[in-house]
């Protein structure tokens, strides 16, 4: 099983939908959880932690659900330039130097 | 301020040839990190450095390895290639590492394509 799991995707949907990609990961002690987004050929970047509580960013909400170990990525009022990967990024143990990249999920926004 | 930077953007190489692959930040982060990325497959830490001098082996190390000379710059060299090397491969630095707040967002060059034939 891999530690960290994503669908692939990709998800196609219009303008204006709203969408949501699930996480999972395998192992409970992970501390450290991220949403990095990726455009064709381009190197990562991050999109937003993902804290205890959950936390929002404009028309992004990031949740962790510690018991199900899972994390979810909420996109609102989608725009074409949102059409990217989103990779799912987990800190597997505390003091860790490694963070465990998903294979990432395929968003396609069509007007 | 160009963040990080990673030459040279591709290369071909054949079986059997060296190289090595440049990283600089001017952000002075402490930790730089090399992966590589293969389709369909997430990043996959190859080596690290928590700092000038320093060096460790990530997820990935063997056929490769790493100089930490001065703080701004991480090499990663390629010592006889395979065509398994093909890949792209993306340097990162950070000013804490994960697990440590806020400075520990890594930030990513823009790779390097690497096609050994």
């Known amino acids: 099983r891999k530690e960290v799991e994503q669908d692939p995707g990709p998800f196609n949907v219009p303008e204006g939908a709203t969408v949501a990609f699930n996480c999972t990961y395998s192992n409970s002690a992970s501390q450290s959880f991220f949403w990095y987004r990726q455009d064709c050929r381009k190197e990562p970047k991050l999109l937003m932690s993902?804290?205890?509580s959950g936390n929002e960013d404009g028309r992004f909400t990031a949740q962790l659900n510690r018991a199900s170990q899972y994390i979810s990525l909420l996109i609102r009022d989608s725009k074409l330039s949102d059409s990217a990967t989103y990779l799912c990024?987990?800190?597997?143990?505390?003091?860790?130097?490694?963070?465990?990249f998903g294979s990432g999920t395929r968003l396609l926004v069509r007007p | 301020n160009a963040g990080v930077t990673q030459t040279p953007k591709f290369r071909v190489l054949k079986t059997g040839q060296s190289m090595t692959l440049l990283c600089a930040q001017d952000?002075?982060?402490?930790?730089m990190y090399w992966y590589r990325q293969d389709p369909g497959m997430g990043l996959r830490l190859i080596h690290y450095?928590?700092?000038?001098?320093?060096?460790a082996k990530g997820e990935v190390p063997d056929g490769y390895n790493v100089s930490r000379l001065k703080k701004q710059n991480f090499l990663l060299g390629l010592e006889s290639a395979a065509p398994s090397q093909t890949s792209v491969y993306f340097c990162?630095?950070?000013?804490?590492?994960?697990?440590?707040?806020?400075?520990?967002?890594?930030?990513f060059g823009p790779g390097t394509r690497l096609l050994v034939l």
């Open positions: 450095s928590v700092g000038e001098g320093t060096t």
């Open positions: 990024v987990v800190n597997t143990r505390p003091s860790s130097y490694k963070l465990i």
């Open positions: 952000m002075n982060h402490e930790y």
């Open positions: 993902v804290y205890s």
């Open positions: 990162a630095s950070s000013l804490l590492p994960p697990g440590q707040g806020h400075g520990e967002t890594q930030y």
